[in-house]
């Protein structure tokens, strides 16, 4: 394989002469134009495509990248669709890429050069094609490629004394190398001894059109490019002569021989490579395994979280990033082991036996050691790092509670130390009072967190914290002031007590005051609110309850206004003893805001707000005495309307069953039940009119019936409806009784039978798919009274007149116009001669008429 390799580079290294040989000789030039173009079409043409211009016809890439998809067998990448200048680069390159994936070094041949149409560098790359695809893989005796297929050229004209083939131009210019390797193969298709060296003309054309004829390879140049030219185009005779060879490649018994041998070769080389690669492999990952188990063993501790936090990185850059690799390899070297014993197997040679040390079940044990010490050591990582977390979050925690609580103890002191108090009021001792309270349930409160900063720092002293002297000072500061916090808080409200006792007496007044004047406050805006609040009625009842709460109301009046003098009595006792004291009463109530002026402002609009309430009360139960006037008016008309109607829908669909009297007699009946049932419209308008005034006035619900005016509108329309429509049905019946001459007993047993007929199923399923077509469910009586017509009485078909008229044809299949006009009446001729088609079968005579055609489209619309 490697010396294949070597000589596929050889070969395929860029030709110094390309350039020079294009400026000395145009017309190789040509040669290589019409050569390659053939060798392309002969491709392409599986594809169903060609192309003309071979510079032209690959700028957009899309027939270039189909050319190497035939010519590989391989599906290349999507091509793109666009026109634009950079879809064409694209298309070009994915096909230059899929070249050089082949191993085929591109030098100097670009895609912009290709879609730019440059002639040269087009066949440079469509060489460049042939060669990997049509001359690579040609092998010889040792020889490949260029060498291979001049030496299998030689070897198969060697018998031939007149051809001596030495190169790929001069040696072929008589044409009798094309024709020898054509006989050698073929001899039935050239008769070589007729052929003269001194003819070239006559050899190349025979070789060219038998080749073309008979061995599908298409003519790739003319007899005048070769004989024309002092040096034929080296390269145009390559490519011809390669499509020789690949025609004839199949009858080559040696070089199958030559193959099997090195493929056995290779198959022995690939298993060897195998055995080296697996190895070495085994050898890495055992060494790997081998430096990683000790430093996962190793159980140094780190005094820093940081340091912790470092080994947590690395090993996590193990895991990540180290381990993977390793896990990947050891998976390989099984799948890799497994397929070698497999090929060893398979290719009758003795199983692998890896060196001592380095077999797959080693290297399992080895690696299980590496997860048992993995485990190990991610447990005491986190073990260690929890330990490390536990005493930074208690530093951490140390530092905000103690921050916390001094931030908390910031001016406590002197705010316990003042003396405000001395010169306040009463209020203002009972508020600084209650806020004293407060302080202390919040100084309580503290209690807890100055214990728990105290055991913080006896826990961080116990687990060696390294900052314990800065903590242990922090701490021992906090205690000695909470002690002195705790003596000045007994102090002051020692003074704040004594003081309450002199203002005692006016502060329970003010505090009875506030009691009684907050909920009669209350009750005096709710009073308020409740009057001046908007009610939405719809009946008798509801007002009358509304009615109701307000005289109940109004009968708590006295009670509250006695209760509003005592308040206001309450507030003149202060002033009292105000003045008799000389008590300082800087301020106003501290426990409420409402002043005696609101309360007596607020009672004065309670008062002021009775009487209008009564007067919209009674309004609105006069609007809803009338209201209910207006249902009760509309009630007593629809319950007599609503059933008035059903008794009717009743009573017609009684006439529409009974048969008494003819048809005419019915008929009669119904127009006089119709008529007396339009004279009641004045009634329906009248209770319409009702029902406006009942929406007018915003009425929705009426309980003194069930039926609304929609249920009244709907009745009457199908009263109206059904009225009609049975009317319509009777006279229908008379038309058809009339059509059909059935006569009054007739219809009187039709009739019955519609309204009792009962049939076997098969029979009952005729009927129906004739009475009710549309599956509507639903059959008529005039339905039913078409098909018992048709059951009963001798209707035409379409197939008796067809049979009438081809008696008038003696028993032809077509009919003339002269006997149409002999039997028939003139008209009637005349209308059958119009509208008759020309008869169109074998058997017919100029002017012959299609009478059955005619006879069927007479039924067309009738037939059921």
């Known amino acids: 394989m490697d010396h294949n390799h070597s000589q596929t580079e050889d070969y395929m290294q860029p030709e110094d002469d ?14 290589q134009r019409k050569t390659f173009t053939a060798w392309c079409n002969s491709h392409l043409r599986k594809a169903g495509t060609q192309i003309e211009s071979i510079e032209e016809d690959f700028r957009d890439g899309l027939k270039l990248m189909l050319l190497l998809e035939v010519i590989s067998g391989e599906r290349l990448a999507k091509p793109e669709r666009g026109k634009m200048r950079v879809h064409k680069i694209s298309n070009v390159n994915k096909a230059l890429d899929f070249i050089a994936g082949k191993g085929v070094k591109l030098v100097s041949i670009g895609a912009e050069e290709i879609v730019d149409g440059n002639a040269k560098m087009t066949l440079g790359m469509i060489w460049t094609i042939i060669l990997r695809f049509a001359i690579q893989d040609i092998s010889v005796e040792e020889t490949s490629a260029k060498e291979g297929l001049l030496l299998w050229c030689q070897r198969k004209t060697a018998p031939y004394k007149n051809v001596n083939i030495q190169n790929f131009h001069i040696s072929w210019k008589d044409g009798l190398g094309f024709c020898a390797i054509i006989h050698r193969h073929r001899p039935e298709l050239i008769d070589y001894a007729k052929l003269r060296k001194d003819d070239p003309y006559t050899n190349l054309n025979t070789a060219f059109d038998v080749a073309e004829k008979y061995l599908d390879i298409p003519k790739m140049l003319d007899a005048e490019d070769i004989v024309g030219t002092a040096r034929p ?7 011809y ?3 020789f060879y690949h025609a004839f490649s199949g009858a080559q018994k040696a070089e199958t021989a030559a193959n099997r041998i090195c493929k056995v070769l290779a198959v022995n080389q690939e298993n060897e490579q195998l055995m080296e690669d697996y190895e070495k492999l085994a050898t890495d990952l055992l060494e790997w395994i081998r430096r990683t188990i000790p430093w996962l063993e190793n159980r140094a501790p780190e005094n820093t979280m940081q340091a912790m936090q470092q080994k947590l990185e690395d090993f996590r850059d193990y895991r990540r990033l180290h381990k993977p690799p390793k896990v990947q390899e050891k998976c390989q070297l099984e799948i890799n082991f497994n397929t070698l014993q497999t090929k060893l197997r398979l290719s009758n040679r003795p199983a692998f036996m890896p060196s001592e040390g380095k077999m797959v079940s080693d290297i399992n044990n080895a690696w299980g050691s590496l997860e048992q010490a993995e485990k190990g050591y991610e447990e005491w990582l986190l073990n260690e790092i929890r330990r490390l977390e536990r005493l930074d979050h208690l530093a951490e925690k140390f530092r905000q509670k103690a921050a916390i609580h001094e931030a908390w103890t910031n001016g406590k002191e002197e705010m316990l130390m003042a003396k405000d108090f001395e010169t306040a009021t009463l209020s203002e001792v009972k508020a600084i009072l209650k806020k004293h309270e407060a302080f202390e349930s919040d ?3 503290h209690q807890d967190r100055v214990e728990q900063i105290a055991a913080i720092a006896q826990e961080l002293n116990e687990l060696d914290y390294w900052d314990s002297p800065s903590v242990n000072e922090r701490c021992q500061k906090i205690c000695d002031q909470w002690d002195n916090l705790g003596a000045l808080t007994q102090k002051r409200r020692d003074a704040l007590e004594r003081t309450e006792k002199l203002l005692e007496t006016i502060d329970q007044l003010y505090l009875e005051y506030a009691k009684r004047a907050a909920p009669f406050n209350n009750w005096m805006e709710g009073a308020m609110e409740d009057l001046q609040d908007t009610f939405i009625v719809h009946t008798i009842e509801e007002i009358q309850g509304l009615i109701t709460a307000h005289e109940q109301f109004k009968a708590t009046l006295p009670e509250a206004d006695r209760e509003r003098q005592a308040i206001l009595g309450i507030h003149n006792e202060v002033s009292k003893i105000v003045q008799t004291y000389h008590v300082n009463m800087v301020g106003i109530n501290p426990y409420t805001t409402i002043a005696p002026q609101d309360i007596n402002s607020k009672w004065e609009k309670v008062r002021h707000l009775v009487p209008q309430r009564d007067h919209a009360l009674m309004e609105e139960n006069a609007r809803q005495q009338s209201n209910e006037k207006l249902r009760k008016q ?6 007599f309307i609503g059933p008035w109607i059903q008794t009717k829908m009743e009573e017609i669909g009684r006439i529409s069953i ?3 009297g003819t048809l005419e007699d019915q008929l009669n009946h119904l127009r006089q039940y119709e008529k007396s049932i339009v004279n009641y419209k004045p009634k329906i308008d009248q209770l319409e009119g009702d029902h406006q005034l009942i929406q007018e006035a915003l009425i929705f619900d009426n309980k003194h019936t069930n039926y609304t005016m929609e249920h009244i509108r709907v009745g009457w329309e199908q009263l109206l409806t059904t009225i009609a429509r049975t009317i319509n049905e009777i006279e229908n019946q008379v038309l058809t009784r009339d059509a059909k001459g059935i006569s ?10 519609f309204n009792h007929f009962d049939r076997s199923e098969a029979e009952f399923g005729r009927i129906m798919n004739i009475v009710d077509p549309n599956n509507m469910t639903v059959v008529t009586f005039q339905a039913f009274l078409d098909f018992m017509s048709r059951e009963t009485t001798d209707t035409d078909t379409a197939d008796q007149v067809m049979a009438s008229f081809k008696v008038l044809a003696g028993d032809k299949n077509y009919i003339t116009a002269e006997e149409l006009r ?3 009446p003139p008209d009637q001729a005349e209308y059958c001669i119009a509208r008759m088609a020309p008869y169109s079968g074998p058997d017919g005579i100029p002017g012959s008429l299609d009478y059955m055609s005619f006879s069927t489209a007479l039924y067309g619309e009738s037939d059921l």
């Open 241 to 243: 002569v390669s499509s």
């Open 658 to 660: 009974e048969m008494h």
């Open 233 to 239: 185009d080296e390269k145009a005779i390559m490519t």
């Open 634 to 639: 509309f009630a007593i008309q629809a319950n």
């Open 744 to 753: 009054q007993e007739q219809m009187n047993e039709f009739r019955a039978s």
């Open 18 to 31: 390309w350039d020079r040989d294009l400026l000395l000789d145009p017309a190789w030039e040509k040669q």
């Open 822 to 824: 002999r039997e028939l």
């Open 443 to 445: 100084l309580a409160a």
